[in-house]
């Protein structure tokens, strides 16, 4: 009865896209410790071997530079990965709060503040967008 009651007010606070993206970003935490326990305990090994050798003259050494790299490498991309999720996870949170309080977006706004929140900048008599990914630049 009380985790019907709890999961009620859950879902009451959130839909299902923000539970999703959070879970998501939790599920990404986890990994990011795995990633790097796996980063340092392999490095330890790297020092370990480059400073007493490795027993199989430098092979082993090569096997864990290139462990040690690409453990690296999976540290920095779950990072990336976590961030551009959480940015979107705070975005759907401030939408909904938004329209949970009943507030426009562009309340209150004159026309020039609303030109310049959506993106867009006034150079001169020319209007110009900001560059995002779908326009290049261009």
């Not at 599920?27 to 392999?42: A, G, S």
Request: net charge neutral; with cysteine; aromatic share 8%.
């Amino acid at each position: 009865m009380v985790l019907k009651k709890y999961l009620v007010v859950i879902m009451s606070r959130y839909n299902k896209d923000i539970l999703d993206k959070d879970i998501l970003v939790h599920q990404m935490k986890d990994r990011i410790k795995e990633h790097t326990w796996n980063y340092h305990n392999k490095l330890m090994k790297l020092l370990e071997a480059k400073t007493h050798g490795d027993g199989e003259g430098g092979k082993n050494t090569d096997k864990l530079f290139r462990d040690v790299c690409e453990d690296f490498g999976s540290v920095v991309a779950t990072q990336r990965n976590m961030i551009e999720v959480s940015l979107d996870l705070v975005k759907l949170q401030l939408e909904r709060a938004f329209v949970l309080s009943g507030l426009e977006v562009n309340e209150g706004l004159t026309d020039l503040e609303k030109r310049v929140y959506s993106g867009e900048t006034i150079v001169g008599d020319k209007k110009k967008m900001y560059w995002d990914e779908k326009s290049n630049g261009e």
